[in-house]
Nanobody
Framework: QVQVVESGGGLVQPGGSLRLSCAASGLRMDYYAVAWFRQAPGNVREGVGCISSRDSFAHYADSVKGRFTISGNNAKNMVYLQMDSLKPEDTAVYYC????????????????????WGQGTQVTVSA
């Protein structure tokens, strides 16, 4: 069973940057998918972006494309979400989720596809 823990949230001004970290213990570095989701008050949980072991590229929601970047450190079982040019509408609780095994060539932005979730970390973008 993969255990996931997020960290790195906080308060940042509009236009600023934050980097979230996801520690995925028990994740074998083959046949996996890891995704970032977020949920603002009153909203459904939505996919932000994802990566998989069989795809060289991360995939992003249109709302964050060009501003957010997902990267990983396989040796440390870590996945990162670099968030730049933050906007007030990016304010939400951010969650990391993992699924293993994952045999698809593309990762998924569907909540139901992931079975290991972190507790979430709050990101607030405000002046």
């Amino acid at each position: 069973q993969v255990q996931v823990v997020e960290s790195g949230g906080g308060l940042v001004q509009p236009g600023g940057s934050l980097r979230l970290s996801c520690a995925a213990s028990g994740l074998r570095m083959d046949y996996y998918a890891v995704a970032w989701f977020r949920q603002a008050p009153g909203n459904v949980r939505e996919g932000v972006g994802c990566i998989s072991s069989r795809d060289s590229f991360a995939h992003y929601a249109d709302s964050v494309k060009g501003r957010f970047t997902i990267s990983g450190n396989n040796a440390k079982n870590m996945v990162y979400l670099q968030m730049d040019s933050l906007k007030p509408e990016d304010t939400a609780v951010y969650y990391c989720a993992a699924r293993q095994p994952w045999y698809g060539s593309d990762c998924s932005d569907e909540v139901s596809e992931y079975d290991s979730w972190g507790q979430g970390t709050q990101v607030t973008v405000s002046a």
